[in-house]
């Protein structure tokens, strides 16, 4: 375990395990100032995911809208064709 603990993005001294609860001492991963960047990458990360997923997800919808319509529109004809014959 070590005593001393440094922020793992600048480097910057942020916690002494004996002038701290150990709790904290262990939870801790960043600064103050690093703290922020790093949740609003994280954040940026987590949006982009959504948007890729939500497209990803559109185009699919999409694409089996289009299946539908055609086979629809194969039903349609064929529904046609059918009471043509039995006129």
Same mark, same amino acid.
């Given at each position: %375990? !070590?005593?001393?603990?440094?922020?793992?993005?600048?480097?910057?001294? #942020?916690? @002494? #395990?004996?002038?701290? @609860?150990?709790? =904290?001492?262990? =939870?801790? !991963?960043?600064? =103050?100032?690093? =703290?922020? !960047?790093?949740?609003?990458?994280?954040?940026? $990360?987590?949006?982009? $995911?959504?948007? !890729?997923?939500?497209?990803?997800?559109?185009?699919?919808? @999409?694409?089996?809208? @289009?299946?539908?319509?055609?086979?629809?529109?194969?039903?349609?004809?064929? #529904? #046609?064709?059918?009471?043509?014959? %039995?006129?």
């Amino acid at each position: %375990m !070590k005593n001393l603990k440094f922020c793992e993005y600048c480097g910057k001294f #942020i916690s @002494d #395990i004996n002038n701290n @609860d150990y709790f =904290s001492h262990i =939870s801790i !991963k960043y600064c =103050s100032l690093c =703290s922020e !960047k790093i949740r609003k990458e994280k954040t940026y $990360a987590r949006v982009q $995911a959504l948007r !890729k997923r939500k497209k990803q997800k559109d185009k699919f919808r @999409d694409e089996q809208l @289009d299946l539908l319509r055609e086979e629809n529109e194969l039903l349609r004809l064929r #529904i #046609i064709q059918i009471r043509e014959e %039995m006129i």
